[in-house]
C-alpha cells in the first residue's frame, strides 16, 4: 500500500486515524499515496495558529518577514528536481511544471521584494494622505493598515499544488497572518512535499504554516470574525462555503476564485499573415494545451469576426493537430494527461453538453489504449447562432469553442455573456479596436491582455496571473481578488481611520506629521547615522532672499527662459503671477543650499523628492527659509545604508508656505560608515 500523506498540525506531523483515500498517478493510474484527515483535530490547529504563528509573525516587520521569504523561496529553488519529479504523478509536462513551481517561486520572489521596497520597514501602514479635520492643524485623520489576529484558511485546486499554495500564502504571511493550507486531495501529495521541506527548513516561524492534508471537516466551524477563507475550486464549492454560519453570520470573511469562461477576441482589423493573427492562434492552443487546459485561466470561448470565424478555426484545428498527448515525462510531449479520470469524466459530460449548440470541428481520439491514464486529445467547438452552452458549461480540459461576431458591441456582449471571468485577452493592432473592446470587456474580467506585435516579444501571455497584477474576477469568476503586488497584502489587514493629534499620530504610524513635535539637535541631522538619527530631527534654516539676479541667472543658466521668469510685461499679464517670478526648481535648488551640510558624512546620496508642490509664487525681493525634518526612517537589510525621508517645507517672509516635497536620501546605517 502506498504512503499515507500527513497533516502537519500544531507543529507535529500527524498521519490519520484511518486508512485513507488513494491518489493516482495521472498518467499510469498507479496508487501515489493515499489521504485522509480522520482525527484531526482543526480546532487545534486554528489555536495553534493564533497562539503561536500569528504572534511570531506579527513580531516581525514587514521587511524581516519579507526576508524570510526570500530565503525561503532561495532555499525551495535548490530543491527543484526532487518536486519536478513528483509533479510527473499530477500529469504535468515539464513545461506544465514550470508553470506550478517555478511560478510559485518566483510568486515568493516578488512578494519578498514588493514588500521590502513598498512597505515601510514597521507593522503598521499608512495608507493616503492626512485629512486635516479642523481649522488649525491639531485634529488629522490618517487612514492606516494594521495586522489581524487571525488565522488565513486557504483551501486550493488541484491544478497549481505548488503555486496555488505558495501565491496564498506569501501575502498573508507579509500580512501578519498564520496560514492553514488544505490542498485538493487529488494532488495533495506534492503540496505536502513542498510543506515537508519547509518545515524542515526552519525559515519560517513555527505555527504560520499548518498543512491540512484531507477532507476540511469542521475547519471553518472553528473560525471567527479576524479570520478569513481564501478558496479556489469549483462554484458548487464554493456555494456550500459562502453557505456556511461562520461566513453568514460569524463575520468570517471569504475570497472566492471560481470557473471562469474566458475568452479571447481577435479584432476585425486582422488578417490572416498578419502577426496577431499567428498571436490569436498559438494563444488559443497553448491555452488549450498547457495543463491540459486545466487552468482557471484558460481561452474557453474564441470570439471571432463573422468573415473570418471559418479561416480561424481551419488555422487551431490544424496547430491542434501537431498536439501530441503523452506521458509527461516523455520529451515529446506536448500535452499530459488530466488530473484524474474523474476529471475526464467531468470534461466529456461538458462537451456532450455543449454539443447540443457547438458543432465538433476537432473530435477527441484515442491516445491511450491501456485506458488507465486520464489522457484526452483536444477538442475544438464551433458555436451555431444562438448558442447558450458555452457561455455556461465550463469544460475543465482541453476544450474550447469558437464563436462569432458581426460588430464591436456584439463581440462585447458575447464575453459578457460569460457572467464575469478571470482574464481576456483582445489581439488587434488597432488602438481605436484596442479602446473600444477593452473598455467594453473591463467591467466583465480582473485581467485584460491586449496583444499584438509590438508587446508580443515581451508577453507573458493569456493564461499566466501575475504577482504584481491582480488575479480574479467579477460575478461567475468568485469575485474576488488576489495577487496584485502589495494590494494582496493589505487585502489580509484591516483598514482603519485613526483621528488624532499630530504628535499622536507620529508615535502611532511611526512617520513623523506635519504639526507634530520637532527636535532641533545640536548638531546638524546630517552629521547622523541611522544609529542616532531620530523621527523629528530638524534643521530649519538662515531666511535667503532671491534677487531678480537670481532669477535671470537661473534662467540664463538652465536655458528655462519661460516668460513668466523673464518678460516683465508677459508676465504682469499672467492672472496667476501678476510679474515676474523665481523658477519652482530655483527655489528647490536654494532651499537645498540652505539645508545641506556639505562635509562627507552618514549622508551618502539624494535619490529624489517625493510630493512636490509649489504653493506660493515668489517675488524678486521675497526671501525664503526651509525647515527639513526627518520623516521616516527605513533600514535596508541588504545594505550599510538605509533610506531616510524628510519632510520640506519652504516658506517666504510672510511664513506662508512657497513649496512643500519630501527629500529621498540614503544614509549610512553607522557613522564610521561614511562614503
Ligand atoms: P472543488 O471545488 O471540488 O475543490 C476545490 C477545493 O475545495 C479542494 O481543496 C477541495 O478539497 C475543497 N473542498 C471541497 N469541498 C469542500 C468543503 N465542503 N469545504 C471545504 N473545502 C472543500 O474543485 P476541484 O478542484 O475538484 O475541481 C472541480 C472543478 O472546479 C473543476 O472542474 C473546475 O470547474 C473548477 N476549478 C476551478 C479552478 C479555478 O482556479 N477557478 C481551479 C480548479 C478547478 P478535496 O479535494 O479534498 O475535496
Redesign the pocket.
Known sequence: MSRLLESYAAGRWYAASAEGHPLLDAATGEEVAR?SSAGLDLGEMVHHARTVGGPAIRELTFHERALLLKDLATHLTGLKDELYELSLATGATRRDSAIDIDGGFGTVFSYSSKGRRELPNDTVVCDGDLEQLGRTGVFLGQHVYTSRPGVAVQ?????FPVWGMLEKLAPAFIAGLPSIV?????T?YLTELVVRRIVESGILPEGSLQLLS???GD??DHLTVQDSVA????????G??RQHPSVLHGGVQLQV????LNCSVLGPDVAAGDPEWDLFVKGVVTEMTAKAG???TAIRRVIVPAALADEVTEAIAARLASTVVGHPGDESTRMGPLASLG?RD?VRKAVEALRSSCDVVVEEHDVDGSGRGAFMSPVLLRARTGAVEPHDV?P?GPVSTVMSYDTLDEAVTLAARGKGS?VGSVVTHDPAVARRLVLGLAPWHGRILVLDRDDAPESTGHGSPLPMLVHGGPGR??GGEELGGVRGVLHHMQRSAIQASPDMLTAITGRWTRGSQRTATPEHPFRHSLATLRIGDTIASEPRVISLEDIDHFADFTGDTFYAHTDPEAAAANPLFGGIVAHGYLIVSMAAGLFVDPAPGPVLANFGVDHLRFLTPVKAGDSIRVTLTVKQITPRSSADYGEVRWDALVVNGDDEPVATYDVLTLVAKHDNQQA
Do not use: M
Open positions: 489521504i483551501v486550493n485546486a488541484f491544478n488544505k490542498p485538493a486531495s487529488q495533495a484531507g477532507s476540511a475547519l471553518l478558496f479556489t475550486g469549483s462554484a458548487h464549492t464554493a456550500i462555503l476564485e471560481a470557473d471562469s486545466q487552468k482557471c476529471q467531468e465550463e475543465f478571470l469568476a468568485g
